[in-house]
């Protein structure tokens, strides 16, 4: 029997955008992700989440996804914990994104960056983060 992969941790994960001032905006102004250095060669934004990172990597050719929150909120997305669910969806709309309350009824709500990259905000609560 071959040898069992042993993940440890996740990493990062990279999304595709197709305006990097304008995904700089909406990552670090809308969701206020504190973005860290990089030294790669071609145009592109990091953001330090704890021990995890998002790569926002920039393609001007992209076509933007055309995932529609309000029909299903099964589709690839980017899970993040927040401690206060409403304020974050207050903030959203105020930015004019979509908002669209997660449709298992758990503390959870999912959105979208500017090129139709999907994210889940879910409300992690203080006694949860210390299990």
């Not at 993940?7 to 990062?12: F, P, Q």
């Not at 990597?57 to 076509?63: A, G, K, Q, S, T």
């Not at 669910?85 to 709309?93: G, H, I, S």
Request: with cysteine.
């Amino acid at each position: 029997m071959p040898p069992t992969i042993e993940i440890i941790s996740c990493l990062h994960t990279a999304t595709i955008v197709s305006n990097l001032d304008r995904s700089i905006e909406f990552y670090s102004g809308i969701l206020g992700l504190q973005r860290v250095d990089r030294a790669l060669k071609y145009p592109g934004a990091w953001y330090q989440i704890g021990e995890f990172q998002i790569h926002l990597i920039e393609n001007v050719d992209l076509v933007p996804n055309s995932i529609d929150l309000q029909v299903s909120t099964r589709n690839p997305h980017i899970a993040l914990g927040v401690r206060d669910l409403e304020a974050a969806k207050q903030q959203l709309l105020a930015a004019n994104c979509v908002v669209k309350m997660s449709n298992s009824g758990r503390a959870a709500l999912f959105t979208q960056d500017p090129d139709g990259n999907a994210i889940e905000l879910t409300l992690i609560s203080w006694q949860s983060e210390q299990l």
